[in-house]
């Protein structure tokens, strides 16, 4: 999957490190995960919202 991701940053001209692939893998399977509960609940993926605050612990 890492390397999917990598290579699809790249198509857009995004660079990253390797730090940085690696953060963003772990948070491409969260997200893969709560797509599988929507599908689960048979809901839409228009519904998932994301927002993303640096620093800020956020428990909505």
Known sequence: MKIMIE???LERGIHVT??????????W???KKIK?????YNLKESDIA??????SVNYE
């Open 7 to 9: 290579e699809v940053l």
């Open 18 to 27: 390797q730090t940085e692939l690696g953060i963003i893998t772990v948070k």
């Open 29 to 31: 399977q969260d997200f």
């Open 36 to 40: 599988n509960g929507f599908e689960k």
């Open 50 to 55: 994301l927002t993303h605050h640096v620093g």
